[in-house]
């Protein structure tokens, strides 16, 4: 594994347990030595986790993909007069829900949407009350910390108020999208119309206090800097030092087709994206779990990010909309026996979560 120059002195580090600066985040985003960088993460995460790599059975449940906020690295959303735009009902949700539910495996259901510009808070927590009611045993993510600021900018209410009612009505974790780049920057540049990068971790603070846990994301490789990488790294990483409330944290890369940035920005490659991946596991030292999210990497990359520091592939999904929008070439679900499969190819051993991670 031993490597010579300036990396030297981060090997040693890692390898005696010490914790990674920023400017040792910066010098690994611009080395490149590849398989240095993915045997260093990939003992990191041995030494966490072991051998375990957890995923979920699991279906999304996209409630509507019209939203106020129409950020520029979005393919999802759309105005409400727009071509394909869509609002479920009930009735819509709980059928799709009742389709996944013929896996009899099926644990968990991710709710995520648009910020739709008429749709009062109480309509969403309406669809998380009736769900919860009507499909107990499965486990409810639901919302990221840009939606859950945005129902306490429309309600009034205050964002532990919010979360109360999300937890009581059956919530029980909280989505890792919407951190994008915590950078005001980035942030105002792409998506100024959603909650602020010191918003959305007050979302994650507050939730963590409440004792809700919450996964934490990255969306990378689109017009953020390498240093802006490391400090949204490290800014999620003081938080877990503060509440330990995060439990996994996923790296998105970039998809720019059907994009505002499709013609000026290329998709991330495979190299950025393992590398982005062992990184994160190195500056993450509180992180217990690193997903490799298969939707967004597709399987094969998915898989060989099981050797570069990743323990998490995520789940079977049943139906995957926002991402598809944005060009995923992945299926839009797999079989749990295909996870599995994928898992032991890699030498791991399958561990189902019940649907939380």
Known sequence: MFVRGELEKIEVKVLSGKRLSREDGEKLFSCNELSWLGALADYVRKKICGDRVYYNVNCHVNLTNICRARCKFCAFGRDGDSKGSYAMTI???????????????????????????????????????????????????????????????????????????????????????????????VRNLLCPKKATADQWLNVARTAHKLGIKTNASMLYGHIETLPERVEHLIRLRELQDETGGFQTFICFPFLPKNTALEKEIKQTSMWDDLKTIAISRLMLDNFQNIKAYWVMLTVPVAQVALSFGANDIDGTIHRENILHDAGATSPRALTEDQIIKIIREAGRVPFATGGNT
């Open 91 to 185: 009735d819509d949700a709980i059928k799709l829900v009742n389709e996944a539910s013929r896996d009899p495996h099926l644990s968990g259901l991710h709710i995520v949407s648009g910020l739709h510009p008429t749709w009062t808070f109480e309509k969403y927590l309406a669809f998380v009350e009736i769900l919860h009611r009507k499909f107990p045993a499965l486990h409810i993510k639901g919302f990221t910390g840009v939606e859950i600021q945005h129902f306490a900018d429309i309600s009034g209410l205050s964002v532990e108020e919010i979360l109360r009612k999300l937890k009581a009505a059956g919530l029980e974790t909280i989505a890792g999208g919407g951190a994008e780049i915590l950078s005001d920057r």
